[in-house]
Nanobody
């Protein structure tokens, strides 16, 4: 069982930056991937980025490539999402997730993940 909690959300102006954190606790040995997703009102949940926790290979949605960076700190059991050049379309509740059991498909597909945090709100004003 893995527990996840996000932090670092807030309100920023367009063009600004935020760094989100996802702290993991419990049994994390089988957490091969950590992912960031977001859900905005009127839109479906969508993938943002994910990282293979062993190889540290990263994957990004086209909408955030070049602006967002996912990274991890194994000593702290924490995954980060550094967001830059934020715009209004980035406004959403951001969730982190991990694949507690093996799953098929793309690592950018929410179906790939089984454990989720409660989310943190990001609001970008113009």
């Amino acid at each position: 069982q893995v527990q996840l909690v996000e932090s670092g959300g807030g309100s920023v102006q367009a063009g600004g930056s935020l760094r989100l954190s996802c702290a993991a606790s419990g049994y994390t040995a089988n957490s091969n991937h950590m992912g960031w997703f977001r859900h905005a009102p009127g839109k479906e949940r969508e993938a943002v980025a994910c990282i293979n926790t062993f190889s540290r290979n990263t994957f990004y949605a086209d909408s955030v490539k070049g602006r967002f960076t996912i990274s991890q700190d194994n000593a702290k059991n924490t995954v980060y999402l550094q967001m830059t050049r934020l715009n209004a379309e980035d406004t959403a509740t951001y969730y982190c997730a991990t694949d507690a059991i093996p799953a098929g498909g793309s690592v950018l597909d929410p179906y790939y993940y089984q454990s989720w945090g409660p989310g943190t709100q990001v609001t970008v004003s113009t």
